[in-house]
């Protein structure tokens, strides 16, 4: 009879208020917790991407620096880097400088009036 009204008495306190109470907090504290762990990898995982992809742009910038400073390293390039960067030429050399344009000059001749009369005609009719 005793172990009887102990089980009443365990399952009445297991299935009463407070004790549900509890036991709803205790699953909100770790659904808390693990979704805090779930935003803190997918951050990581961003961040990893970045640093992946900002290591592979400096690689290649190494690579072309490198390209650079051995192209520097002969008279050639020293040469040429010079008068890209300061516009210079050598003695008995000229320097000319192009500005802006469309590259192309269209030139037009006038028309004498029985030519735009034909082509009037032509585009009514198009002939």
């Avoid at 400073?69 to 050598?90: H, P």
């Avoid at 802006?100 to 029985?114: D, E, H, I, L, Y």
């Avoid at 082509?119 to 009719?125: D, G, L, P, R």
Wanted: proline fraction near 2%; aromatic fraction near 10%; charged fraction near 30%.
């Amino acid at each position: 009879m005793d172990e009887y009204k102990n089980k009443k008495r365990t399952k009445r306190f297991i299935y009463s208020i407070p004790a549900i109470l509890v036991l709803v907090l205790l699953c909100g504290l770790l659904v808390r917790a693990t979704w805090g762990m779930y935003i803190r990898a997918s951050q990581s995982e961003e961040e990893a991407f970045k640093a992946s992809s900002e290591l592979f742009d400096l690689k290649q910038r190494e690579v072309s620096l490198r390209n650079s400073i051995e192209r520097l390293k002969t008279d050639s390039g020293i040469e040429a880097e010079i008068r890209e960067k300061y516009n210079v030429a050598r003695e008995g050399e000229h320097v000319v400088v192009l500005t802006g344009g469309t590259g192309t000059v269209a030139t037009t001749t006038p028309k004498s009036m029985w030519e735009k009369t034909r082509q009037s005609f032509s585009k009514m009719f198009k002939w």
